[in-house]
């Protein structure tokens, strides 16, 4: 990679090396479906180091290391991450997520970006499988970096991987978010993506535009914290809409909220039309409006706020659109629909309504489904169909991902349980997460791939404000390099685990 100034930020963080490459991730844009030149500097400077590399037909990028010396025999081991993340700022920040790096600080031991997504998710995961590659005093054996594209945004990398181009059998992920856990099953899902065509009409004469714009929500990765019933930013906002509707001749011009599907919306506006005289009415409703969302929110979303600003606009919706878009946004279920009977803690089946985009000519919206059980998300995400098709509204189904299945069995997870006990004086913890990893579909095309996954912790990933815990970053480095030695090593063969096991208080046959 081309060398530059680490900035000073990153100048005195440890471990050396895996900072360093978190840095330049920072400097270089990766937008999902944008990796190009990330993957493309990346794999220059794989090469310059005497590293096999390659693109596939999927714009995933390999990399494969050789044993070091006497390790040859050992267990290939593949080491997972993707290059994109998910690309939120606060409203009214002028970050550019095509041009601009990301600006972070340190404070009270985290590394943050506050006005953006910061990116931890994944690219700690990739800085520290750079790390690993870049290292000459290291002990391991074969070593494959399998960096996928796209994981954001419908993990079509892992999706498009070929059969047959991994040759290790074993497999670290290095995507998940809590220190001092290991992860052995996630979710699966699929998205439910809704489009209707519209009949715009001319402004009403004597009418005034406003856009009313609900923001100050924590947002939040739409699977890990679903579970904290925080506000949906599109839903309140047309709770809002409709009850104004009832009361005042409202228009609606443009509803827009949210730009990620797996992210909770923190932010929705909307343009509306209502004649002159009305305008005392809308700010004495809005007001109370933001004065019950605040209570009711009081718990987990303290900062929402309804604010509103005069607005131009030359077309409306038609008074039929409004109705059914309004009325069925208004129905569609959103969050936690079953929590986990098997594994208590654990959300099952949910959905995020994540994006939505109105205006006068037609509008979409996207749902994310996700379920650790594949007949919750079908059922849920024909139950969405359904109710959007009641009002004549197409939706269509699509991006299919399979889950993780546990495997409590795996003589990978043994042997990292134990290097964890032993490098850390202490007891480690199992997961099933609610959140979609790239292992479900990796595993579907490798059946006989033994995976595991772990991280640093990580808080707030897909909203702005996202943030790393610096220390906790040393520990996954020196976990996973002690992880390494072990499988190298010959006594780390024929570990096994009984056949029932303990995960988040649950047993798993």
Known sequence: MKSAAVAPVFANLQPTAVWGHFAMLCRIPRRSK??????????????????AAHVDAAGNLLIRKAASQGREGAPGVVLQAHLDMVCEKNAGSEHDFCRDLIRAVVRDGWLIAEDTTLGADNGIGVALILAVL?????????????????EEAGMSGARGLAGGVLQGRLMLNLDTEEWGEFYLGCAGGLDVNVRRDGQAEPLPPECTCWRIELHGLRGGHSGVDIHAERGNAIKL?????RDLESRLPLCVAALTGSTARNALPREASAIVAL?????????????????????EL????????????AATAERVMSADDQAVWLASLHAAPHGVRRMSRRIPGVVETSNNLGMAALSPDGGACNFLVRSLIESGSTALADEIASLFALSGIAAEKSGHYPGWAPNPASPLLALCQSVYRREFASESTLQVIHAGLECGILAASYPDLDIVSFGPTIRGAHAPGERVEIASVGHAWHLLTAILAAIASADSQGLCLPTVMTVTGASIA
């Open 34 to 51: 944008e990796e190009g030149p990330l993957r493309d500097e990346i794999r220059q400077w794989a090469v310059a180091r005497g590293l």
């Open 134 to 150: 870049e290292a000459r005093d290291l002990v391991h054996g074969p070593l494959e970096a399998l960096l996928t594209v796209d």
């Open 237 to 241: 906002l047309v709770r809002v809409l």
């Open 275 to 295: 004649p002159v005289q009305q305008a005392d009415a809308l700010a004495a409703s809005l007001a109370s409006w933001e004065s019950v969302l605040r209570q």
């Open 298 to 309: 009081l718990d987990v979303d303290p900062g929402v706020r309804i604010r509103f600003a």
